[in-house]
């Protein structure tokens, strides 16, 4: 049995967890706590070590999808999340700009411990106050040739719609060579 | 008794507000991550800084001042090894060299400069010794700590931001290819001219501070306007080499690899 690993991760609150439900086989290993801090209470809970999803492609070949917690002091888990992933997908909240500069630092991190193709979830297009993807493109910084996707992370189809690009991406590199 | 604890614990702004409120006499030890710096008050005013072996001597501190060049400060330390800082400051005054003014400025502008790196330490021994004051030779002055830890602390959120913005000091530097990005258009001033000359994929930023002799807090500042101004990119340093798990994908051959994303999108276009 061969298994691939595919990482997703952005600023807390971001809804990395909830775009792992969306395709996942198997209800999310969760390794959520109620949230101590203050600060970060804009929501109940959040995800400490990591969360992992499933997508069983064969009788030989698993994917699983990692989530990264997303508050800071557990960015120690990164480093061993992103050993040997095909790829990564970093998930942002389009509504909230003060979370785009730790999303950049995200990036940067991921590009840094594996140099695998990415692409970019804008999560939570549908509300009001998102950020369109060309801005959103301009304040993260993000090169023409990455791919910036709109995504609504409860909705399955959006979802396979990011992990696809992640995959073409990867299938380009490698064809590139 | 002495104060002594560790700077996680107690930051170096928790340490001068209680100085200042407790109007404390002493001198302040702080080990910090690569060397020491000694930090005296008097009833709880800031008179005197020494960073681990930096020449802190009248002469060391007019040099780097830009008041002395390297030859002169060279020479009075030849031909005058035993003046005291005052008597030396009361020669360059009388002939005519320096005021008076001069002189306490470029002393107020040394000593703030190391107290304000120390604000950047988080970690490290710290020690305050009551009643040790500096040598008797050496020029003091008095300055309130008050806007001192409200600028220390400025520069705390300054670095963490910054520190956000780069987190990994040992990733090297590289210029942009692209149009219009041309380095030599821009106007830098000198230390930032200091690092553009080091920036090269076999250089880590932490190289690049080391050379130039900068704090942390001044290398993020430039790197990160170099980095908004679009004219460099972080790359990893030459010969950096891969996290093991990440080169162990490497084996798939390009038609194997190919073969099982395909696989991967087939069953993902399915769910």
Known sequence: MQTVKMVVTGPFAAGKTCFINSVSEIDVVSTERKISSEAERIKETTTVAMDFGRITVDDDLVLYIFGTPGQKRFDFMWEILSEGMLGFIVVVDSTRPETFREAKGILHTFRAYAPTPYVVAANKQYLPDAWTVDDLRIALKLDRNIKMLPCVATDKESVKGVLLELLYSILEEMKAG | MALKGNLRDFSVAQLFNLINLARKTGTLTLEGPDQAAWVSFREGKLIYAQLGSEDGTLTGVLAKAGKLTPR??????????????????????????????????????????????????????????????PPDDRITIRIDLENIIIEGSRRVQELEQLREEIPNLDMALDFVDRPGANIRDVNLNVEEWKVVSYINPKNTIRQIA?????????????????????????VRPEGMPLPPQAQRIQPLDRQEGASLVNRLIQRIRSL
């Open chain 2, 210 to 234: 080391k050379a130039n002799k900068m704090s942390e807090l001044q290398i993020r500042r430039i790197v990160y306007g170099l980095l908004q101004a679009g004219l460099v990119e972080i």
């Open chain 2, 72 to 133: 002169q400060a060279k020479l009075i330390k030849t031909h005058a090894p035993d003046k005291s800082d005052q008597e030396l400051g009361l020669m360059l005054i009388n002939a005519g060299y320096l005021s008076q003014k001069e002189i306490l400025a470029s002393i107020r502008q040394y000593v703030l400069d190391i107290v304000f790196q120390l604000f950047t330490w988080t970690d490290g021994y710290f020690r305050f010794d009551g009643d040790v004051l």
